[in-house]
């Protein structure tokens, strides 16, 4: 006899049973996401449509208008034309917290957002990111999950450590993000003084339809600069808006910040044997490999005249691309490219694009109508239908390939093609014990303590020491040191609050 399982089977909304809650289906293991895949389309819809009107993540930020200056560096590899020799393109940027609610203190620890919209000729392009290089899964399958771990439950309405390192150390993926959140830029000083990355890989297309793969790194010319776990606490009670202050009363007094946008190039065909999966968003690509290419300067230098309007609306959305900039097979990436897009019709409406915010400078021509909140149409003379043959407007091939890729074209359930260096703690373990210097690993063992401490299930926290171990052995024996004299403590309250 079969024995039956002992936890309830994973279901769709209509009761169907699922196969998956971890893999997106895909063609091939590094292919593109199908949208056949029923229950992730399911399941990131649901996720969108939690709230109102806040944003379910990113709900707390603020931000700033200014322009981005490219050099003569990018357009070898792109032929968008924000990174032609010369140009300068208004941009927007919008900072965030991702767990915190609106009303939650800047300085909790947690990552912050790092998502800039370039009002180019060619259209807008935007680009969502973070202050860290990764993120804490590398399929958008898990992520309504992940952020259900770091957010409040639902009986009590509390954050809670348990939920949080259960996920975590039964997801191990998150190792090398958990390691960035836990270390010293965990607690940034100021927006001002923090890096901003695209973290995941996207493609770039020149004018000769050559590809290649791109990370973005933004380098912050005030310096890169933290504050301790004391400090950010203090300020969580005395100004709780503290970076919102920061950023404006700045720019105010024309003290304009400033990032140096930097990309890593890997040429299209290294991807295909390189020693690990290029397009995992847990990963790093080593400086070594792939050296750092400045590409232009953004620097902020208007405050916005009405916070609602312009930063509270503005929508950012991965699919938001323009001529020479494309997907990648990152799998987190792909899941986005639906899901903002998704939750800017719900959360702001169907028209969000025609916000002056988000409009972009040049002409739309398209077949949309109707909707809530719309304001421009077509005149009554435009047909409503494509094709046409009375003047309509209609699309224009290209005359030089676009993005894309190559797959093996089956369906599959599956986390990605094995690589040799496919290790999920490897690079949590290296940025630990080569990047972090010895009062940064001294600081980091004290709000993971302070972290871990927080959990009540014996076998979590047994899980969470099993998880340091595994990204360093000395790192998990000292935990576990820490957790049986109940020292470390000092971080628990904000490291919770995650």
Same mark, same amino acid.
């Given at each position: 006899?079969?024995?039956?399982?002992?936890?309830?089977?994973?279901?769709?909304?209509?009761?169907?049973?699922?196969?998956?809650?971890?893999?997106?289906?895909?063609?091939?293991?590094?292919?593109?996401?199908?949208?056949?895949?029923?229950?992730?389309?399911?399941?990131?819809?649901?996720?969108?449509?939690?709230?109102?009107?806040?944003?379910?993540?990113h709900a707390k930020g603020g931000g700033a208008f200014g322009v981005f200056q490219a050099n003569e560096n990018g357009a070898a590899f792109t032929k968008a034309a924000l990174f032609r020799p010369g140009v300068e393109t208004e941009m927007l940027i919008r900072f965030s917290s991702v767990a915190g609610e609106q009303g939650s203190p800047d300085t909790w620890r947690d990552?912050?957002?790092?998502?800039?919209?370039?009002?180019?000729?060619?259209?807008?392009?935007?680009?969502?990111?973070?202050?860290?290089?990764?993120?804490?899964?590398?399929?958008?399958?898990?992520?309504?999950?992940?952020?259900?771990?770091?957010?409040?439950?639902?009986?009590?309405?509390?954050?809670?450590?348990?939920?949080?390192?259960?996920?975590?150390?039964?997801?191990?993926?998150?190792?090398?993000?958990?390691?960035?959140?836990?270390?010293?830029?965990?607690?940034?000083?100021?927006?001002?003084?923090?890096?901003?990355?695209?973290?995941?890989?996207?493609?770039?297309?020149?004018?000769?339809?050559?590809?290649?793969?791109?990370?973005?790194?933004?380098?912050?010319?005030?310096?890169?600069?933290?504050?301790?776990?004391?400090?950010?606490?203090?300020?969580?009670?005395?100004?709780?808006?503290?970076?919102?202050?920061?950023?404006?009363?700045?720019?105010?007094?024309?003290?304009?910040?400033?990032?140096?946008?930097?990309?890593?190039?890997?040429?299209?065909?290294?991807?295909?044997?390189?020693?690990?999966?290029?397009?995992?968003?847990?990963?790093?690509?080593?400086?070594?490999?792939?050296?750092?290419?400045?590409?232009?300067?953004?620097?902020?230098?208007?405050?916005?005249?009405?916070?609602?309007?312009?930063?509270?609306?503005?929508?950012?959305?991965?699919?938001?691309?323009?001529?020479?900039?494309?997907?990648?097979?990152?799998?987190?990436?792909?899941?986005?490219?639906?899901? @903002?897009?998704?939750?800017?019709?719900? &959360?702001?409406?169907? #028209?969000?694009?025609?916000? !002056? +915010?988000? =409009? /972009?400078?040049?002409?739309?021509?398209? @077949?949309?109508?109707?909707?809530?909140? &719309?304001?421009?149409? #077509?005149?009554?003379?435009? !047909? +409503?239908? =494509? /094709?046409?043959?009375?003047?309509?407007?209609?699309?224009?091939?290209?005359?030089?390939?676009?993005?894309?890729?190559?797959?093996?074209?089956?369906?599959?359930?599956?986390?990605?093609?094995?690589?040799?260096?496919?290790?999920?703690?490897?690079?949590?373990?290296?940025?630990?014990?080569?990047?972090?210097?010895?009062?940064?690993?001294?600081?980091?063992?004290?709000?993971?303590?302070?972290?871990?401490?927080?959990?009540?299930?014996?076998?979590?926290?047994?899980?969470?020491?099993?998880?340091?171990?595994?990204?360093?052995?000395?790192?998990?024996?000292?935990?576990?040191?820490?957790?049986?004299?109940?020292?470390?403590?000092?971080?628990?309250?904000?490291?919770?609050?995650?």
């Amino acid at each position: 006899m079969t024995a039956q399982p002992t936890t309830p089977r994973s279901t769709t909304q209509s009761g169907a049973p699922v196969t998956s809650d971890a893999h997106s289906q895909s063609t091939g293991a590094d292919g593109a996401i199908a949208l056949t895949d029923h229950y992730l389309i399911e399941k990131l819809a649901q996720f969108n449509r939690e709230r109102v009107p806040e944003r379910v993540v990113h709900a707390k930020g603020g931000g700033a208008f200014g322009v981005f200056q490219a050099n003569e560096n990018g357009a070898a590899f792109t032929k968008a034309a924000l990174f032609r020799p010369g140009v300068e393109t208004e941009m927007l940027i919008r900072f965030s917290s991702v767990a915190g609610e609106q009303g939650s203190p800047d300085t909790w620890r947690d990552p912050r957002g790092f998502a800039v919209k370039f009002y180019t000729p060619e259209g807008n392009y935007d680009l969502v990111g973070n202050n860290t290089p990764v993120f804490f899964i590398r399929d958008g399958i898990k992520f309504p999950d992940f952020i259900h771990s770091q957010k409040r439950l639902p009986g009590s309405n509390l954050r809670d450590a348990d939920m949080q390192w259960d996920f975590w150390t039964l997801s191990p993926e998150s190792a090398h993000q958990v390691t960035w959140l836990m270390g010293d830029r965990g607690l940034p000083a100021s927006w001002r003084e923090m890096q901003g990355y695209g973290s995941h890989t996207y493609q770039w297309i020149n004018e000769a339809g050559e590809r290649f793969w791109v990370k973005y790194h933004f380098k912050s010319n005030q310096g890169v600069h933290a504050m301790s776990a004391d400090e950010a606490e203090q300020l969580a009670g005395s100004d709780a808006d503290y970076y919102i202050r920061d950023l404006y009363e700045n720019i105010e007094a024309g003290n304009f910040p400033s990032w140096d946008l930097h990309v890593q190039v890997m040429p299209y065909e290294d991807a295909k044997d390189y020693r690990f999966n290029p397009f995992d968003l847990t990963k790093v690509w080593p400086h070594a490999d792939y050296p750092l290419i400045k590409v232009g300067t953004m620097t902020l230098n208007r405050n916005p005249e009405n916070y609602f309007a312009q930063i509270e609306q503005a929508t950012f959305a991965p699919s938001n691309f323009v001529p020479g900039i494309a997907a990648s097979p990152d799998k987190m990436l792909q899941a986005r490219i639906f899901s @903002y897009a998704d939750a800017h019709r719900y &959360r702001v409406g169907t #028209n969000h694009a025609q916000l !002056p +915010v988000n =409009a /972009p400078k040049n002409e739309v021509h398209n @077949y949309s109508q109707n909707g809530q909140g &719309r304001y421009h149409f #077509n005149a009554p003379s435009v !047909p +409503v239908y =494509a /094709p046409n043959s009375v003047g309509g407007p209609a699309a224009v091939e290209p005359t030089a390939p676009g993005g894309g890729w190559e797959n093996d074209g089956a369906l599959t359930l599956s986390a990605h093609s094995l690589h040799a260096e496919d290790s999920d703690f490897g690079q949590a373990g290296t940025l630990y014990r080569e990047v972090y210097d010895d009062g940064a690993r001294a600081r980091f063992l004290d709000t993971i303590t302070g972290a871990v401490s927080g959990v009540q299930s014996a076998d979590i926290r047994e899980r969470a020491i099993a998880y340091w171990t595994n990204v360093d052995a000395e790192l998990g024996a000292k935990l576990r040191a820490n957790l049986g004299a109940g020292l470390g403590t000092s971080d628990a309250e904000a490291a919770n609050k995650l």
